[in-house]
């Protein structure tokens, strides 16, 4: 257990449609990141959020944002989905910065119909 | 900027066969090296990581690799595999930047391990 959690683990829905995916960080963690692995793309970083701050964007398409709360969860919103957007979705996160050790969630699957 | 290759997309090997997975970056200046793992289901789990020093470095679950500046290679070691092993392992890179730091995955190799 990396003491990140995800909620759901797993999520259906159509086309269009809009989904929140959440994370806790590990205690004391500052740093939280967002990727999306899928068989074609592998293992792509979208964001990282540093105490409640944007840090780095990646790859991260205009309809997807995602925000730190106070308490360091984070969720990541998916808008006007498209079945492209199927994939597993992994939260990590971290002491500092992407150099220490990411400890990541075990993920949410989002299946787009 | 940095990248990170993996030119095995899928190996295979035998339990207690020894085991070598081949990472090649790109860097101009030292970079920082990490190898996770991804057992299946599950999240990605860091096994070692490179930063300065001894360039051999040892890590969790019996694993080692050893950092080549001369190749700019990081491979990932274990003298005797166990079925467990069959995973997916990432090779990662990682630079500091003036305004973040930034770490880049390899696209991952799948590890099949015979019984």
């Known amino acids: 257990d990396s003491g990140v959690t995800q909620t759901p683990k797993h999520l259906i829905t159509a086309t269009g449609q809009r989904v929140t995916l959440r994370c806790s960080p590990r205690?004391?963690?500052?740093?939280v990141y967002w990727y999306q692995q899928s068989l074609d793309q592998g293992l792509q970083f979208l964001i990282q959020?540093?105490?409640?701050?944007?840090?780095a964007k990646g790859n991260i398409l205009e309809r997807f944002s995602a925000q730190q709360f106070p308490d360091l969860h984070s969720e990541l919103n998916l808008s006007s989905l498209e079945l492209g957007d199927s994939a597993l979705y992994f939260c990590?996160?971290?002491?500092?910065?992407?150099?220490?050790?990411?400890?990541f969630g075990p993920g949410t699957r989002l299946t787009v119909l | 900027a940095q990248s990170v290759t993996q030119p095995d997309i899928h190996i295979t090997v035998s339990e207690g066969a020894s085991l070598e997975l081949r990472c090649n970056y790109s860097?101009?200046?030292?970079?920082?090296l990490f190898w996770y793992v991804q057992s299946p289901g599950q999240g990605l789990q860091l096994l070692l990581k490179?930063?300065?020093?001894?360039?051999l470095v040892q890590g969790i679950k019996g694993f080692e690799a050893e950092f080549k500046r001369s190749q700019s290679s990081f491979n990932l070691r274990k003298p005797s595999v166990h079925w467990s092993d069959a995973a997916e392992y990432f090779c990662?890179?990682?630079?500091?930047?003036?305004?973040?730091?930034?770490?880049?995955f390899g696209p991952g190799t799948s590890l099949s391990v015979i019984p």
């Open positions: 990662a890179v990682g630079a500091r930047g003036t305004s973040y730091d930034k770490v880049i």
């Open positions: 860097y101009g200046a030292t970079p920082y």
């Open positions: 205690s004391g963690d500052l740093s």
């Open positions: 490179y930063f300065s020093g001894d360039t």
């Open positions: 959020y540093y105490n409640g701050e944007e840090r």
């Open positions: 990590a996160s971290s002491a500092l910065g992407p150099l220490n050790e990411q400890f």
